[in-house]
C-alpha cells in the first residue's frame, strides 16, 4: 500500500492549502484516515483525522476552524483544506491510513504512512 500526498508549499499568512493523499496498491476494507504533521525540533503531532463512513472528525485545537479534513471512501483518498494559515502551521505533513481501526486518534493505529509534504508559512 502507497500513500501519495500533494499540495503543500509556500504560502503567506493567512492563505490557503489544500492537501491531497490518495491510497494505492490494494483496496482497503475500512479504513480510518487522518493527516498528522512534524515541525523542525518538534515530535509528530495530530492535526486532524476522520473516520471511515467520513461522519466523525477530531481536529486538534490548534486548527479548529482553520483546517478541515474530507474523504471520499470509494476512492480512498483524504484531503486538508487549511485556511488562515500561521506561521506555526510550518510542518511536513503525512497522510496516514490505518487497516485496523474505522477511526483513530493514535498514531500507533495507523498502519501507512505517505513520505510527508512541506508546508511552509511565511509571516
Known amino acids: 500500500v502507497q500513500l501519495q500526498a500533494s499540495g503543500g508549499g509556500l504560502v503567506q499568512a493567512g492563505g490557503s492549502l489544500r492537501l491531497s493523499c490518495t491510497a494505492s496498491g490494494r483496496t482497503f476494507s475500512r479504513p480510518g484516515m487522518g493527516w498528522f504533521r512534524q515541525a523542525p525540533g518538534k515530535e509528530r503531532e495530530l492535526v486532524a483525522v476522520?473516520?471511515?463512513?467520513?461522519?466523525?472528525?477530531y481536529y486538534t485545537d490548534s486548527v479548529k476552524g482553520r483546517f478541515t479534513i474530507s474523504r471520499d471512501g470509494a476512492k480512498n483518498t483524504v484531503d486538508l483544506q487549511m485556511n488562515s494559515l500561521k506561521s506555526e502551521d510550518t510542518a511536513v505533513y503525512y497522510c496516514a491510513a490505518s487497516d485496523r481501526y474505522l477511526y483513530s486518534k493514535s498514531q500507533s493505529d495507523y498502519d501507512y504512512w505517505g513520505r510527508g509534504t512541506q508546508v511552509t508559512v511565511s509571516s
Open positions: 476522520i473516520s471511515w463512513s467520513g461522519i466523525t472528525t
